[in-house]
Nanobody, 131 residues
Framework: QVQLVESGGGSVQPGGSLRLSCTDS????????VGWFRQGPGKERAGVAC????????YYAGDVKGRFTVSRDYAKNTVYLQMDNLKPEDTAVYYC????????????????????????WGRGTQVTVSS
C-alpha cells in the first residue's frame, strides 16, 4: 500500500531555502514517477515539478525554474524538492504525488496535470515565506 508522506515544510524568510522530502514505506518510489504540487491561499492546486521513471529527467514550472530542484535518493526511497531563493508567493501547502505511469516521450504538460497523477497523493506540508 502506498502512503506518501511529505516533510520538511516550515517558515522561512524571503531568499531562504527549504528541502521537502517525500517518502513511502510501502513501495519503492524508484518504480514511480513522482511529482510536486502546491496550493497557495485562495488558489487552485498547481504542478510545480516532477521526475519521470522513463527518462529520469526533471521538469519544472516556469515560476520555479532555476530555484527548485527535484532529486531522488534511491537508498532512502525518498524524493526531494530543494527550494532556494524562496519568495512570498511560494507560500503554499506542498504535496507529492506518485504515478505508475512513465513520463511520455514528448512534452512536459503531463507533469503539471493532475490527470497524470491519479494514483497516490500525500497529505501535504505547509511552506510559509514571510519577513
Amino acid at each position: 500500500q502506498v502512503q506518501l508522506v511529505e516533510s520538511g515544510g516550515g517558515s522561512v524568510q524571503p531568499g531562504g531555502s527549504l528541502r521537502l522530502s517525500c517518502t513511502d514505506s510501502g513501495v519503492t518510489l524508484a518504480d514511480y514517477s513522482v511529482g510536486w504540487f502546491r496550493q497557495g491561499p485562495g488558489k487552485e492546486r498547481a504542478g510545480v515539478a516532477c521526475t519521470g521513471t522513463r527518462s529520469g529527467g526533471t521538469y519544472y514550472a516556469g515560476d520555479v525554474k532555476g530555484r527548485f530542484t527535484v532529486s531522488r535518493d534511491y537508498a532512502k526511497n525518498t524524493v526531494y524538492l530543494q527550494m532556494d531563493n524562496l519568495k512570498p508567493e511560494d507560500t503554499a501547502v506542498y504535496y507529492c504525488a506518485a504515478s505508475v505511469l512513465a513520463d511520455p516521450v514528448l512534452g512536459d504538460g503531463w507533469c503539471y496535470s493532475e490527470e497524470f497523477w491519479t494514483d497516490y497523493w500525500g497529505r501535504g506540508t505547509q511552506v510559509t515565506v514571510s519577513s
